[in-house]
């Protein structure tokens, strides 16, 4: 019997190498093999996300075998306008793959040993702490560091955001001594956290999380009370039949239903969440709708 022939598709990472969105490519080209999928990666970065969905949604609409990373730093994005008009129906939303959290990070070898270290530090002199961070005012990382500032009695003003294009090009510039300190995910700490370089301060979870970060304290532990959850997931483009869709949305449901996912997605750093087709659009809607009432609350575009 002849073998069977894999299916040929391109996993896009709308950011550069190295980060939370590149893992979620090779997860799901990992948890793909055994169907068999052959998922190429490919790197289109530019405006947190923006370049890849307009690069989609205008010139690509209907690629039947092209998946698009997004997280919920897109989908924050997506609520504080930073795709230009773009809404939620605008793309077809193919399978949430995991969960990741919000972390804060710092090199090894930095004099901050606790989270309580670093506010210190930021109340004192925040002119000398550089905090690298995906994204512009606004982001999910820029907004974790915000949130730990004001509970602080920190001015978010004050503070010093280096942007950057996605959490490998942070983690690069924070090892390099660019900046200091990193405002990240959960995900992105594991892979840098083995290699003995990094430090993670909090991870801004309900609780400690198990494997590489298992000795890390949530931030609640060191008296701040802030949760970071992020949802990793694909989307494919606007005009992609139904057949193809579905073609795709019923092959994420089998490989997250296989027994080797969960050891997988955990090697990732991510943790169990999975919503794929419908179920996953509905979340997808209702969480733009929330993000976008806590821009509104925080005051973002009028306050900063």
């Given at each position: 019997m002849l073998p069977v022939r894999a299916t040929a598709a391109e996993c896009i990472v709308p950011s550069k190498p190295g980060g939370a969105m590149d893992l979620t490519c090779k997860l799901a080209r990992k948890g793909l093999q055994e169907l068999p999928v052959d998922l190429q990666i490919s790197y289109l970065p530019g405006g947190i996300g923006a370049v890849a969905w307009h690069t989609l949604v205008s010139q690509r609409r209907a690629e039947p075998d092209t998946l698009v990373v997004f997280s919920g730093g897109s989908l924050l994005n997506l609520a504080e306008?930073?795709?230009?008009?773009?809404?939620?129906?605008?793309?077809?939303?193919?399978?949430?793959l995991g969960l990741d959290y919000g972390m804060i990070a710092v090199r090894?070898?930095?004099?901050?040993?606790?989270?309580?270290?670093?506010?210190?530090?930021?109340?004192?002199?925040p002119d000398k702490v550089l905090i690298g961070a995906s994204g512009t005012i606004g982001s999910q990382d820029w907004l974790k560091m915000a949130l730990l500032a004001k509970q602080a009695g920190i001015n978010p003003k004050v503070l010093r955001f280096v942007a950057l294009e996605g959490g490998g090009e942070s983690f690069i510039a924070m090892q390099a001594g660019h900046v200091q300190v990193v405002s990240g995910d959960a995900s992105e700490a594991t892979l840098y956290a083995r290699a003995g370089n990094t430090r993670v301060l909090a991870v801004l979870a309900e609780q400690r999380l198990p494997g590489a970060l298992a000795a890390v304290p949530t931030a609640r532990e060191q008296g701040v009370d802030l949760i970071w959850p992020v949802?990793?997931?694909?989307?494919m483009g606007p005009q992609v039949s139904d057949a193809d869709y579905l073609k795709w949305v019923a092959t994420f449901d089998r490989m997250m239903a296989a027994p080797a996912f969960?050891?997988?997605?955990?090697?990732?750093?991510?943790?169990?969440?999975?919503?794929?087709?419908?179920a996953l659009t509905g979340y997808v809607a209702k969480a733009v709708t929330a993000y976008r009432q806590r821009a509104a609350e925080l005051g973002l575009l009028r306050e900063f």
């Amino acid at each position: 019997m002849l073998p069977v022939r894999a299916t040929a598709a391109e996993c896009i990472v709308p950011s550069k190498p190295g980060g939370a969105m590149d893992l979620t490519c090779k997860l799901a080209r990992k948890g793909l093999q055994e169907l068999p999928v052959d998922l190429q990666i490919s790197y289109l970065p530019g405006g947190i996300g923006a370049v890849a969905w307009h690069t989609l949604v205008s010139q690509r609409r209907a690629e039947p075998d092209t998946l698009v990373v997004f997280s919920g730093g897109s989908l924050l994005n997506l609520a504080e306008g930073k795709f230009g008009d773009a809404q939620t129906r605008d793309v077809r939303w193919v399978a949430a793959l995991g969960l990741d959290y919000g972390m804060i990070a710092v090199r090894a070898d930095s004099p901050y040993q606790t989270l309580a270290d670093l506010v210190t530090a930021l109340k004192n002199h925040p002119d000398k702490v550089l905090i690298g961070a995906s994204g512009t005012i606004g982001s999910q990382d820029w907004l974790k560091m915000a949130l730990l500032a004001k509970q602080a009695g920190i001015n978010p003003k004050v503070l010093r955001f280096v942007a950057l294009e996605g959490g490998g090009e942070s983690f690069i510039a924070m090892q390099a001594g660019h900046v200091q300190v990193v405002s990240g995910d959960a995900s992105e700490a594991t892979l840098y956290a083995r290699a003995g370089n990094t430090r993670v301060l909090a991870v801004l979870a309900e609780q400690r999380l198990p494997g590489a970060l298992a000795a890390v304290p949530t931030a609640r532990e060191q008296g701040v009370d802030l949760i970071w959850p992020v949802i990793r997931g694909v989307w494919m483009g606007p005009q992609v039949s139904d057949a193809d869709y579905l073609k795709w949305v019923a092959t994420f449901d089998r490989m997250m239903a296989a027994p080797a996912f969960a050891a997988t997605r955990a090697h990732y750093g991510l943790y169990p969440f999975s919503l794929t087709g419908a179920a996953l659009t509905g979340y997808v809607a209702k969480a733009v709708t929330a993000y976008r009432q806590r821009a509104a609350e925080l005051g973002l575009l009028r306050e900063f």
